[in-house]
């Protein structure tokens, strides 16, 4: 008996998503997807909630939380309906093995957790940034545990969305260095989508993005699952809140290009860093990978 995340779709609309090429099956995705977001934003809009809650949180936090908890329940249920209900495979097709799976992510969480911090040590001892040093209170310890918390939620939906449904997807195709890099733009492209997005300013942590999102994918290809890239993006995310929320670091803005600004990885230290850990692990597995 055949195992679907949800109940099938109707046959014909079942034997058309199988027949089409894998790029009408993403184009088919994104539009349910933009649909499902177009009705949770006119939803919240109609309860009086302002669309610029998404990129004011300061004025409307709650707001936000709100836009962002709908756009990645649409995000996750269309494409588990597109995956086990369009397309009937399980679920384990885009995770990998379960076995092993919690050990491989821990390892790799603390990869990202030191490649971040030697990033952002970098930057202090450079003086790209400086250094605030945030209040030794609980506050400051619970701010820990949110982010680390976020950080494995963020990227356990964006690895099953991205390194998962995606790259599967568009590997259909046996192009998987295409596949790679296809499911690395459309993963750094959807974190600016909003309406105030400034084209020069989100340049380089959208490459800083690309150049993460690939080696993600490289990961998950290499090991065949998707633990060892979980574990990385959750450890470079919560890093990364912790440090935002608890405003620790200071950017000067003369070093922005090596810094990222705020954003470390779209920084050429960030990106330095990406890239060394892609080549210490294609160094380290020099037998190749599965398929």
Request: aromatic share 12%.
């Amino acid at each position: 008996m055949r195992r679907v995340l949800l109940p099938c779709a109707p046959a014909r609309l079942q034997a058309w998503y199988r027949r089409v090429s894998p790029g009408c099956r993403l184009g088919a995705w994104l539009a349910c997807v933009g649909v499902a977001w177009l009705a949770w934003g006119g939803a919240l809009g109609a309860a009086g909630v302002p669309l610029e809650a998404l990129w004011h949180p300061d004025r409307h936090p709650w707001g936000q939380r709100l836009f962002l908890a709908g756009a990645y329940a649409a995000l996750l249920g269309t494409t588990a309906w597109c995956w086990g209900g369009l397309q009937g495979r399980p679920l384990v097709a885009l995770t990998g093995p379960l076995e092993g799976g919690a050990g491989q992510a821990a390892r790799w969480f603390l990869v990202g957790l030191g490649s971040l911090a030697l990033v952002e040590g970098l930057t202090l001892a450079l003086g790209l940034a400086r250094w605030r040093g945030p209040a030794q209170s609980l506050a400051a310890w619970t701010v820990w545990g949110e982010a680390v918390l976020a950080a494995w939620l963020f990227a356990a939906s964006e690895e099953l969305v991205f390194r998962g449904f995606v790259l599967h997807t568009l590997g259909d195709t046996g192009a998987w260095g295409r596949a790679v890099w296809g499911s690395a733009v459309s993963y750094a492209s959807v974190h600016f989508l909003r309406l105030n997005v400034d084209l020069r300013a989100v340049a380089l942590p959208w490459l800083g993005l690309v150049l993460a999102g690939g080696l993600f994918g490289w990961l998950t290809r290499r090991t065949g699952s998707l633990w060892a890239a979980l574990g990385l993006h959750a450890g470079w995310v919560a890093l990364f809140l912790a440090c935002d929320r608890l405003r620790c670091l200071d950017p000067v803005p003369a070093g922005r290009l090596w810094s990222g600004g705020g954003y470390p990885l779209g920084g050429g230290l960030g990106m330095a860093a990406v890239l060394a850990l892609w080549g210490l692990t294609a160094w380290a597995w020099r037998r190749p990978g599965p398929g």
